[in-house]
């Protein structure tokens, strides 16, 4: 039986965008951290606070992108993991395209949360 961890991965563009989204995160963590916990009176914000908070275009920008770094990071490493099994071709399609649909509907979960919130 030919052992699928000894072959060497085909080269892709994914790691790059795992290290970019990665760097991301940290910038976007900390001005998270920065804005909720730091600045806010008390270290949290009411609901009332928080609907004040978003409703500032370029703080909704930035945690609407930091919405999207974290899922795509995190997708990104699920997939490298499952990729480590030594997946068929079409078994890595098949994945990609439920990771796709799975990210796609976080996104448009949080989206739709934060549209709620902020009406």
């Given at each position: 039986?030919?052992?699928?961890?000894?072959?060497?991965?085909?080269?892709?563009?994914?790691?790059?965008?795992q290290v970019f989204t990665g760097i991301?995160?940290?910038?976007?963590?900390?001005?998270?951290?920065?804005?909720?916990?730091?600045?806010?009176?008390?270290?949290?914000?009411?609901?009332?606070?928080?609907?004040?908070?978003?409703?500032n275009p370029v703080i909704l920008f930035?945690?609407?992108?930091?919405?999207?770094?974290?899922?795509?990071?995190?997708?990104?490493?699920?997939?490298?993991?499952?990729?480590?099994?030594?997946?068929?071709?079409?078994?890595?399609?098949?994945l990609d395209q439920i990771l796709k649909?799975?990210?796609?509907?976080?996104?448009?979960?949080?989206?739709?949360?934060?549209?709620?919130?902020?009406?």
């Amino acid at each position: 039986m030919e052992n699928p961890f000894a072959e060497e991965p085909k080269p892709t563009s994914a790691w790059l965008w795992q290290v970019f989204t990665g760097i991301g995160l940290v910038i976007l963590l900390g001005l998270h951290f920065i804005a909720n916990h730091f600045v806010a009176k008390g270290g949290l914000r009411d609901f009332k606070e928080v609907v004040a908070y978003l409703r500032n275009p370029v703080i909704l920008f930035l945690e609407v992108l930091f919405l999207l770094c974290v899922t795509t990071h995190a997708l990104l490493g699920v997939r490298a993991i499952l990729l480590d099994f030594g997946l068929s071709e079409p078994a890595e399609r098949r994945l990609d395209q439920i990771l796709k649909a799975v990210g796609i509907l976080t996104v448009g979960y949080g989206l739709a949360v934060a549209w709620i919130v902020i009406r």
